[in-house]
C-alpha cells in the first residue's frame, strides 16, 4: 500500500508540474511578447479587484474553453473527432512520466524514487510517445471532414516525423557517451567534474548536440518559428474545425509537448536533477532535486520562449530542407565523430 501510494504522489506532481506549468506558459507567452513588442498585455482579469499582472487570464482562458459551445461539423467522424486531442494530449502526459524529476533520497529508513517511471529505456519510451502524438494531429485534420483541416494535418505530420527522426539520430551520441538508454543513469554519468570545478554536463560535452536538439524539439513541438501545422493567422491548421475544450486540449498539448522536449533537454544536457557541489540527500536534499530540474526546464522554456519572438515562420520547403538536408546530417556526423573519437582516446 505505501509503494502504491508513493506511485500515485509521483505520478500526481509529474501531471501537476506539466499542466500547471502549462498553464503558466500562456500567461508568460502573453507578457514575454508584450515586453518585446513595447505592449503592457494581459491585465484584464481580475478577482476581487486583484489583477497581479494577469496571472488570473489563464484562469479565465480555462473557464472560457470549458463554457464555450463545443462545435462538431455535419461532415465529420463524431468519435475520431473527440479522440484525436485526447491522443495528442494523453502521449504528452505520457512522456512526463518517465523523467527523472529527482533521484533517490532515503526518508524514514527507506530509499525513495523520484522518478515516476522507472525504465532501462526511457529515452525509447519518451520518444515513442512523442511520435505517437502525429496520430492525433494527422486524425483531427482526417476526422474534421474539411479538406483545409486534411492539408495542415499532413503538413504536421512531415514536420513531426522529420524532426523526430532528428532527435533519435542527435541524442545518439551523448547516449553513446553515457554508455545507456536509462534517463536516470544519463544523469549520473554527467555527476563528475573536469578539473575539479567543471560539470561534466552533456551541454560541454556535446555543444553541437545540444544545439541541435534544440532546433529539432522546437520543431516537433510545433511551436515558433516551426508552427506551420497550425499558423493560425497566416494559413488553416489541423484543428481548424474544433472549439471550446477540444481545441484547449490541442493547445495544452503544444505546452506540454514543449515541457517535455525542455525537461528531456535539461536532464541529456544541464546534468538532470544535480547540484555541482552540493550534497542532496534526505527530504531536503530530494526538494533541492526537484527544484533544480524544475529551474533548468523552465530556463530552456525561457530560452525557446525568445526564439519565439525573435525570427519569422519558415516556409513549409525551408523546414523541410532543414531537417532533412541539415539538422539529421549533422547529427549524423556528430554521432560517428564521437564514436571515433571515444575509440581513439580509450
Wanted: charged share 10%; hydrophobic share 55%.
Amino acid at each position: 500500500m505505501i509503494l502504491l501510494a508513493w506511485t500515485a504522489v509521483k505520478v500526481g506532481y509529474a501531471l501537476a508540474f506539466g499542466l500547471g506549468l502549462a498553464g503558466f506558459l500562456g500567461w508568460v507567452e502573453r507578457k514575454q511578447s508584450a515586453v518585446a513588442q513595447d505592449r503592457i498585455g494581459a491585465n484584464r482579469a481580475q478577482i476581487f479587484g486583484w489583477r497581479l499582472i494577469g496571472l488570473f487570464h489563464p484562469i479565465a482562458d480555462g473557464i472560457k474553453l470549458i463554457t464555450k459551445e463545443d462545435f462538431v461539423p455535419a461532415r465529420a467522424l463524431r468519435p475520431f473527432h473527440a479522440l484525436a486531442p485526447a491522443l495528442s494530449l494523453g502521449c504528452c502526459l505520457l512522456c512526463l512520466a518517465a523523467l527523472p524529476f529527482g533521484g533517490t533520497v532515503e526518508v524514514f529508513g527507506r530509499v525513495w524514487s523520484l522518478q515516476p517511471f522507472e525504465s532501462r529505456v526511457g529515452l525509447v519510451y519518451v520518444l515513442a510517445f512523442l511520435a505517437l502524438g502525429v496520430h492525433g494531429v494527422v486524425m483531427a485534420g482526417y476526422v474534421s471532414g474539411s479538406n483545409y483541416g486534411l492539408l495542415g494535418g499532413l503538413r504536421g505530420a512531415a514536420q513531426m516525423v522529420a524532426y523526430e527522426v532528428c532527435m533519435a539520430a542527435i541524442l545518439a551520441a551523448p547516449m553513446f557517451l553515457y554508455g545507456t538508454l536509462d534517463l536516470q543513469e544519463a544523469v549520473l554519468a554527467q555527476g563528475g567534474y573536469w578539473g575539479g570545478w567543471l560539470p561534466t554536463w552533456g551541454v560541454f560535452r556535446q555543444p553541437l548536440a545540444f544545439v541541435l536538439y534544440l532546433v529539432a524539439g522546437t520543431a516537433a513541438s510545433k511551436r515558433i518559428p516551426f508552427d506551420l501545422p497550425e499558423g493560425e493567422a497566416e494559413i488553416v491548421g489541423y484543428h481548424v474545425e474544433y472549439s471550446g475544450m477540444k481545441f484547449g486540449m490541442f493547445m495544452i498539448s503544444d505546452f506540454v509537448e514543449n515541457i517535455v522536449v525542455c525537461g528531456l533537454g535539461a536532464t541529456l544536457f544541464l546534468g538532470g536533477w544535480g547540484i555541482p557541489f552540493v550534497s542532496l540527500a534526505g527530504a531536503w536534499g530530494g526538494l533541492l532535486m526537484l527544484a533544480s530540474f524544475a529551474v533548468k526546464t523552465c530556463a530552456l522554456l525561457f530560452l525557446l520562449m525568445q526564439v519565439r519572438w525573435t525570427l519569422p515562420r519558415f516556409r513549409v520547403d525551408q523546414l523541410l530542407d532543414l531537417g532533412w538536408k541539415s539538422v539529421l546530417p549533422l547529427a549524423l556526423l556528430n554521432f560517428l565523430a564521437t564514436v571515433w573519437g571515444a575509440w581513439l582516446w580509450r
